[in-house]
């Protein structure tokens, strides 16, 4: 069982910046993908960004790209995701997510086995 826990979310005014945190139980070569997903109130969850322990570019979703940066420590076991120069479109539930080793393209979530229980994440003034 691969257990995941999210954390640094919080209130934070338009422009801001946040980084959260998604530490793993255990990262294994099954599991190697780690995965950012949001979702806000009446939305469908979304993938944010994505990236793989054993290398190959990450992913992000367009409305992301250039403010978001996500990055592993995999000697902590800790996956980050960097927000800068957040919208208020940006405020949802974080989660983070594991699946197993797989294509280039991460970012749908029913490609995900374990999930974390999700961290809030509010973008307002």
């Known amino acids: 069982q691969l257990q995941l826990v999210e954390s640094g979310g919080g209130l934070v005014q338009p422009g801001g910046s946040l980084r959260l945190s998604c530490v793993g139980s255990r990262f294994t070569f099954d599991y190697d993908t780690i995965g950012w997903f949001r979702q806000a109130p009446g939305k469908e969850r979304e993938g944010v960004s994505c990236k793989s322990a054993s290398g190959g570019n990450p992913n992000y979703v367009d409305s992301v790209k250039g403010r978001f940066t996500i990055s592993r420590d995999n000697a902590k076991n800790t996956v980050y995701l960097q927000m800068n120069s957040l919208k208020p479109e940006d405020t949802a539930v974080y989660y983070c997510?594991?699946?197993?080793?797989?294509?280039?393209?991460?970012?749908?979530?029913?490609?995900?086995?374990?999930w974390g229980q999700g961290t809030q994440v509010t973008v307002s003034s």
């Open positions: 997510a594991a699946r197993p080793r797989g294509r280039s393209y991460c970012l749908n979530p029913l490609d995900y086995h374990y």
